[in-house]
Nanobody, 122 residues
């Protein structure tokens, strides 16, 4: 059974940092691209960042470029999202997802986690 399990969310003050983790299990993800999406209250889900398991290529939304860093630990089958200089507008449920290629649309993802809540207070 394929599972993507996010962790690391919480409450942080503006300007602070958090690191999210996504533990993948149940299949080999080496050919997949791992993504982070987020959905704020009352808003549509949006792409945040992605990383290719195989070559480590990374992709970022303009809104997080320079503040967030996506990385992977192949041995641990885990993807991370290091978030710094957090802003109140980063408040959202953050989802880990796996797709066969980089994509900014969630409809192209094959697997999803259940999400972890990040709240940034002003």
């Amino acid at each position: 059974q394929v599972q993507l399990v996010e962790s690391g969310g919480g409450l942080v003050q503006a300007g602070g940092s958090l690191r999210l983790s996504c533990a993948a299990s149940g299949r080999t993800f080496s050919s997949y691209v791992m993504h982070w999406f987020r959905q704020a209250p009352g808003k549509e889900r949006e792409f945040v960042a992605a990383i290719s398991w195989s070559d480590g290529n990374t992709y970022y939304a303009d809104s997080v470029k320079g503040r967030f860093t996506i990385s992977r630990d192949n041995a641990e089958n885990t993807v991370y999202l290091q978030m710094s200089s957090l802003k109140p507008e980063d408040t959202a449920v953050y989802y880990c997802a796996a797709g066969s290629r980089p994509a900014t649309m969630g409809s192209f993802m094959s697997y999803w986690g259940k999400g972890t809540l990040v709240t940034v207070s002003s």
